[in-house]
């Protein structure tokens, strides 16, 4: 159980007020929210609602991730916040993620991806700039990471054992 007491501070709340249970409270964060305040502002009242964690919408650029969570971090929330990461299979599935979510993805990440890739054919060629973005995110201060699996099930099976014997 993650207590919210430690990672918010508020006037008036006494971690000793709360009852320890199984249960917590988890938010979306949107580091990628085209307005900057209200970026910052709606992850503020997520977390002084009571969040206890958050997970991100599906990320590609570890910049904004960073930045939201320096921003957070000067306002004295330090709750553990889960970049939400998807294995980019192609430029042009990258595309699609730009498209339709509003998602970026910096070009040293493009540029290590194949134009194109068919269903079902798996290139491990693809996992060695998705464990670029996470060592760039760790390094950037996020506590782990969430793997949006989707349909990729076997591909991110390989990419968790690589990860695993990687951050151990």
Same mark, same amino acid.
């Given at each position: $159980?993650? $207590?919210?007491?430690?990672?918010?501070?508020?006037?008036?709340?006494?971690?000793?007020?709360?009852?320890?249970?199984?249960?917590?409270?988890? &938010?979306?964060?949107?580091?990628?929210?085209?307005?900057?305040?209200?970026?910052?502002?709606?992850?503020?009242?997520?977390?002084? &609602?009571?969040?206890?964690?958050?997970?991100?919408?599906?990320?590609?650029?570890?910049?904004?991730?960073?930045?939201?969570?320096?921003?957070?971090? $000067?306002? $004295?929330?330090?709750?553990?916040?889960?970049?939400?990461?998807?294995?980019?299979?192609?430029?042009?599935? &990258?595309?699609?993620?730009?498209?339709?979510?509003?998602?970026?993805?910096?070009?040293?990440?493009?540029?290590?991806?194949?134009?194109?890739?068919?269903?079902?054919?798996?290139?491990?060629?693809?996992? &060695?700039?998705?464990?670029?973005?996470?060592?760039?995110?760790?390094?950037?201060?996020?506590?782990?990471?969430?793997?949006?699996?989707?349909?990729?099930?076997?591909?991110?099976?390989?990419?968790?054992?690589?990860?695993?014997?990687?951050?151990?």
């Amino acid at each position: $159980n993650l $207590n919210a007491g430690k990672f918010i501070e508020r006037k008036g709340f006494k971690v000793e007020d709360r009852e320890a249970t199984d249960f917590c409270i988890g &938010a979306a964060i949107y580091p990628e929210h085209p307005e900057p305040q209200e970026r910052l502002d709606f992850s503020l009242k997520k977390f002084q &609602a009571g969040a206890e964690f958050g997970i991100t919408q599906m990320i590609f650029d570890p910049k904004p991730y960073i930045d939201l969570l320096k921003q957070l971090k $000067n306002k $004295n929330v330090v709750a553990p916040i889960l970049p939400g990461l998807r294995i980019l299979r192609s430029q042009k599935q &990258a595309q699609v993620m730009k498209t339709r979510f509003g998602c970026s993805v910096p070009d040293w990440y493009l540029k290590q991806l194949p134009l194109d890739h068919q269903a079902g054919v798996i290139h491990d060629s693809v996992i &060695a700039p998705f464990i670029e973005l996470v060592e760039r995110l760790q390094a950037g201060g996020a506590p782990g990471v969430h793997i949006f699996v989707l349909s990729d099930v076997e591909l991110c099976q390989r990419t968790m054992a690589l990860l695993k014997t990687r951050f151990q």
